[in-house]
């Protein structure tokens, strides 16, 4: 298990909860947006589903290279 946990709040609700971010890449597949900002950062969008209501979320993430 990770420790690269990320909150999301859902857009309805209101709801709060942490999401893993390995787990959201491997749940990846139908919603997938890659948006690359210079050469050490890259901003990956994944969709989180809120646990209270069902309401699929974008979710944001931004991937900086330690090279």
């Known amino acids: 298990m990770s420790d690269n ?3 999301v709040r ?3 609700c ?3 909860w942490l999401e893993d971010i390995d787990e959201l890449k491997r ?3 139908i ?3 890659v948006v690359y900002r ?3 950062a890259k901003t990956q969008s994944y969709r989180a589903r809120c646990p209270k209501d ?3 979320v974008v979710v944001d ?3 900086v290279d330690d090279a």
Do not use: D, L, M, P
Request: charged content about 15%; proline content about 0%.
């Open 27 to 29: 749940q990846q597949g």
């Open 61 to 63: 993430v931004e991937e």
């Open 38 to 40: 210079g050469a050490s």
């Open 10 to 12: 859902c857009v309805i």
């Open 5 to 7: 946990f990320i909150e």
């Open 54 to 56: 069902g309401t699929w």
């Open 31 to 33: 919603y997938k947006a």
């Open 14 to 16: 209101g709801h709060a």
